[in-house]
């Protein structure tokens, strides 16, 4: 039997026939229509309902205005199974390419969660490392935004492979370009990994999610019952992981504080961050500065907030604080000082009296590298009392954890200034940027006091046997205390021991303190230190 086609012969395309340049032009533009998008305007409606961007678009508000290169714009994945060859929309669920951020060249990529959940598959794979190796070889910024379920399954191993190359990536890119990860939606598996080895990362309230295995993994094996959010949502990865450096409200609220941090970092680690204006020293000391004279209480044990200490220190009282809400006895925050991005890491009174624990000096010691990595001098701003004691913490590590920010300290080699404002005691001092953990210059305020422990615990372990026995005979023991704390206080609590010895460089008011950093921050540019050869240190992970 013959079937006769509707099509008459007149209407046939001539196989003869070449496509005219017109037509050539117009295929390419509808690809590129399809490209942006690749599932239909439906996934696109739906997350405007919820209040989101999609990938393109939070592409755009992170960007300059078209200023966006894309690559692999028409790419598509090659498989077979699973009924994926009837299924193979343009960018295969991953926007890559390049653009600017005030005007300088970041490259980065935006997963798409309308493309099979975002999972990542062979070609998705291939773009989301090329764009990376674009970073590292031309000395850009590094900018992912991520959304997406790990591993395609219907890929198999070939996308778990994928996985493992992009992890390698981040690693080989680790300390030569920032890396800055947003995640925008509900991360799992490989996904979330990848951020984890970046420099920031940074999640939104109650719409992002980050985990190894969902609740319904963890409940099939386990038995335990968890939402999403209280597993991986925005406030577990910052107060409880610690895996986060700022909470957002919104997805552009994300993408403005990712432009922000920029400000304060170089392309690479062979460059500078870009300077902003110079300081007049004619013009110091500012109002805000002369306030440094009375910011100390004369009650030692009364705190205050060394934020506002970090704020007269910086140009136009600016600066932007790294996991505010994460182990909140250390503040950890950039700013610029003569135009020149500085990092702080200054202890926090309000906190636990400015206590180190084992989650603050994590914090700490990751903000040290992340500095170090980048030629970002260091400034440290000490009021310690030690490290926080208790079962607890020496059960979790403390030793080992604590030791990371020693390591961490004495490991970097950018200009390195310690100012100690108040209490300096112990194991604590050391770490906290001590001359002989390596600082440059160490400062200090009239009102620090530098020692192995504060008067009372020093009282009662000095003269334990005197005090014993003034009880027995019935002395006055309280007023023996008394006065043994105040030949304490009056020899050891001070700046002036510290300083004869050379462990401090000099004592100053602290409304000197902003102009002497400048000053000595301008000489330190310059600074050179050679270390052993080594292939690496072994630092106490």
């Given at each position: ?12 395309p ?10 050539k ?40 205005e ?157 038995g ?16 409880t ?27 690479n ?120 004691p ?30 100690t ?46 005090l ?13 205390i008394?006065?043994y ?57």
């Amino acid at each position: 039997m013959t079937i006769s086609s509707p099509l008459r012969a007149d209407t046939l395309p001539d196989p003869n026939r070449r496509p005219t340049t017109a037509e050539k032009i117009a295929t390419l533009k509808q690809l590129r229509s399809d490209a942006a998008t690749p599932m239909g305007t439906r996934p696109i409606e739906k997350r405007h309902s919820q209040g989101r961007l999609t990938a393109r678009e939070r592409l755009d508000f992170l960007l300059d205005e078209n200023s966006f290169v894309e690559t692999d714009q028409l790419a598509r994945h090659r498989t077979h199974d699973f009924g994926m060859h009837a299924r193979r929309p343009l960018t295969d669920g991953i926007v890559t390419g390049w653009g600017t951020i005030d005007g300088r060249e970041v490259c980065v990529f935006s997963q798409d969660a309308a493309v099979f959940g975002g999972a990542l598959g062979e070609v998705y794979g291939e773009k989301m490392i090329k764009i990376m190796e674009l970073a590292t070889t031309t000395g850009r910024p590094l900018i992912g935004l991520y959304e997406g379920a790990g591993a395609r399954i219907q890929e198999g191993a070939v996308s778990l492979d994928l996985i493992a190359q992009t992890f390698y990536q981040n690693v080989q890119a680790s300390g030569v370009v920032p890396q800055i990860s947003v995640i925008m939606g509900a991360c799992a598996g490989g996904n979330a990994y990848s951020p984890a080895l970046t420099d920031f990362v940074v999640m939104v309230d109650e719409s992002s999610k980050m985990f190894v295995t969902g609740p319904d993994v963890i409940k099939t094996v386990t038995g335990e019952l968890i939402t999403q959010e209280e597993l991986g949502g925005a406030s577990t990865h910052m107060s409880t992981a610690g895996n986060t450096h700022y909470t957002a409200s919104s997805d552009e609220d994300a993408l403005e504080w990712v432009q922000d941090l920029l400000r304060y970092l170089p392309n690479n680690n062979r460059d500078q961050a870009p300077p902003e204006d110079p300081v007049d020293l004619a013009e110091l000391p500012s109002v805000e500065e002369l306030a440094l004279d009375s910011i100390i209480p004369d009650a030692p044990s009364v705190p205050y907030d060394v934020r506002d200490v970090i704020s007269a220190l910086t140009d136009d009282a600016d600066f932007f604080e790294i996991q505010a809400d994460r182990a909140e006895s250390v503040v950890t925050a950039f700013g610029h000082v003569d135009g020149q991005p500085v990092g702080f890491v200054a202890n926090q009174p309000l906190h636990f009296a400015g206590c180190l624990d084992i989650d603050s000096s994590e914090k700490a010691a990751r903000f040290v590298r992340t500095c170090d990595s980048f030629n970002i001098p260091i400034v440290m701003l000490v009021d310690v009392p030690g490290f926080l004691p208790g079962a607890a913490q020496e059960y979790g590590g403390i030793l080992r954890r604590g030791a990371k920010l020693l390591y961490a300290y004495g490991e970097a080699t950018v200009p390195k200034i310690t100012v100690t404002m108040r209490k300096a005691y112990g194991g604590a001092y050391c770490v906290m940027g001590s001359k002989g953990l390596g600082a440059d210059l160490n400062l200090a305020w009239p009102t620090a006091e530098i020692a192995v422990m504060g008067a009372a615990g020093a009282v009662g372990f000095i003269y334990r046997k005197e005090l014993t026995a003034a009880a027995a005979e019935g002395k006055d023991v309280a007023a023996l205390i008394e006065s043994y704390e105040r030949e304490y206080n009056d020899h050891f609590l001070t700046p002036y021991q510290a300083a004869e010895r050379g462990l401090i460089d000099a004592v100053i008011l602290p409304s000197e303190t902003r102009e002497s950093i400048i000053r000595n921050l301008r000489l330190l540019r310059s600074k050179v230190e050679h270390r052993h050869a080594r292939k690496h240190g072994n630092m106490p992970l």
